[in-house]
């Protein structure tokens, strides 16, 4: 056998429709698009309040290469924390009610770099069945155990806890929206729980940040717990149209962090336009700005989920701006959202492994910027997509 048997292999995923490419997208982050030769509205971006493309991110950009450059030259632990750094960390830990906050170049960079440094061998970590991806690889890494519960089953969790007592740390995390169903984590249940276990709870609000909660704040806030959750993990690049992550957690834990995630200390940082960009986006959605604009995507949101499952779509439970129309099998997903593009909407179609087996399904994101006017044509071409595939009322 040949030691790079990858053309096989790749036949081997375009037979089960499991081939993935990259698409380019024209036209920016918030609206419409045009991909693959087609003009379409762009409803599977992640840049919920439009932010990405607000003329206040980009002055803060554009000031900060001015003045300090195009990179920071070096890691946190060399020379690589600028005043920006410390700025942008002071205004996170104000943002999310804690002691201090820590960045990190991505989600996936602060996941995998706050498990892996918080627990390890004899240690346990209990993790939602349906976490991030992210989650799962920080969980190996950190090479203690782990162990999935059912999701969004406080009850199951329990029962986990029950089951592994205490011999090291014991560590939940949780996703506090979840990412491919749209629907949001019970944490006041799951702060009880942590409470009652004297575990560490760790939430993944990076599909709520910037939305959910009176101020923006996120799930945290949503549910009135933010002072009882251990760490507070979010993202810039989503709803803040920006770009990064952090951490916000005690002075401890995060002076830990510095010493331990091996992702931040062996990592160029972030750059001066990246952080300024991410400085004015916290200052809009703690302006008035900012609430008009979440008021806007959660009328948006309602409408689009309540209009398809109004149709026979099943949406999965969302809660959120991410709604999920389930298909099952993966090549009707495509052949789906195939249809859709040539309809003028862009979705992507979510399969395995990224989703399980049977459970493939279209991923659709509201934003604040998207008009009553373009989402009502855009339900009205998925239904009639839908229906001509026979997708509609097959899992309701």
């Known amino acids: 056998m040949s030691p790079l048997p990858y053309a096989d292999r790749l036949d081997r995923l375009k037979e089960q429709d499991l081939y993935r490419r990259c698409r380019l997208v ?67 830990a104000s943002f999310k009610g804690s002691e201090a906050a820590l960045i990190f170049n991505s989600g996936y960079a602060a996941n995998t770099g706050i498990i892996s440094a918080l627990v390890g061998r004899g240690d346990v970590i209990f993790s939602d069945r349906l976490n991030h991806a992210s989650i799962v690889d920080g969980a190996l890494l950190s090479r203690a155990t782990l162990v999935r519960y059912p999701h969004n089953d406080p009850a199951a969790l329990r029962r986990s806890l029950e089951r592994h007592p205490a011999k090291g740390r014991r560590l939940i995390v949780t996703d506090g929206v979840f990412s491919m169903d749209g629907d949001l984590a019970r944490l006041t249940e799951l702060v009880a729980i942590k409470q009652e276990f004297d575990a560490l ?16 704040r996120g799930s945290a806030e949503l549910c009135g717990v933010t002072a009882k959750i251990d760490i507070q993990m979010g993202t810039l690049g989503k709803g803040l149209g920006s770009f990064g992550a952090y951490a ?13 995630a091996r992702s931040l200390i062996f990592s160029t ?10 400085l004015a986006a916290l200052e809009i959605v703690e302006s008035p700005e900012g609430g008009e604009l979440r008021r806007r995507l959660a009328e948006n949101s309602r409408f689009f989920r309540d209009s398809l499952r109004s149709a026979g779509f099943d949406t999965l439970g969302s809660e959120s701006q991410i709604v999920p129309l389930l298909v099952g099998d993966a090549g009707e997903t495509m052949t789906f959202s195939r249809r859709l593009l ?16 049977g459970a493939s399904r279209l991923r659709c994101t509201l934003m604040a910027t998207h008009t009553r006017e373009e989402l009502e044509q855009a339900v009205e071409s998925i239904v009639r997509v839908g229906r ?3 997708v509609v009322n097959r899992h309701v």
């Open 26 to 92: 024209e036209g920016g982050t918030s609206g419409r698009v045009r991909v693959d030769g087609h003009e379409a509205l762009l409803l599977c971006s992640n840049n919920y309040l439009g932010l990405a493309e607000h003329p206040a991110l980009k002055r803060g950009a554009q000031r900060a290469v001015e003045r300090w450059g195009c990179s920071s030259g070096a890691s946190r632990l060399v020379s690589g924390t600028m005043e920006l750094h410390t700025i942008l960390e002071e205004r996170l």
């Open 201 to 216: 709870l760790m939430v993944d609000d990076a599909h709520g940040v910037g939305v959910l909660g009176e101020t923006g």
């Open 248 to 260: 916000a957690a005690s002075r401890e834990l995060i002076d830990w962090l510095v010493n331990s």
């Open 269 to 278: 940082s972030l750059p001066p336009a990246v952080l300024a960009a991410s």
């Open 342 to 357: 040539e309809e003028g909407l862009f979705v992507q179609g979510i399969r395995p492994p990224t989703v399980p087996v």
């Open 388 to 390: 001509a595939l026979g």
